[in-house]
């Protein structure tokens, strides 16, 4: 049997499960290309509230607030724990 990998979107035969290039990720699961994710994401450093988001990216006002949300919970989901070192 030969195995063909494809990057974006597969389909695994012993399991029946589909997985692409966001499976395991915060971003998993949604309809939005990785590009648009991150634009989103740099959009928010900016500070730009979820409306002026969603204009500059050409989105539905509700899919911009669930992007924005998912990403919210995801970063502070994985942010790493703080370790401080103590000074001599």
Known sequence: MRLS????D??????LSR????SGTILAG???????????LYLMGLNL????IAQE??????DAQQM???????IVEKKPEVIRLLAN
């Open 19 to 22: 997985f692409d290039d966001l």
């Open 5 to 8: 990998l494809i990057v974006s």
């Open 30 to 40: 949604h309809h939005q290309p990785l590009q648009t994710w991150i634009l989103c």
């Open 68 to 74: 924005t949300c998912q990403l919210r919970m995801g």
């Open 49 to 52: 509230s979820t409306h002026q």
């Open 57 to 62: 990216l050409d989105l539905n006002k509700d």
């Open 10 to 15: 597969t389909s695994v035969r012993r399991c």
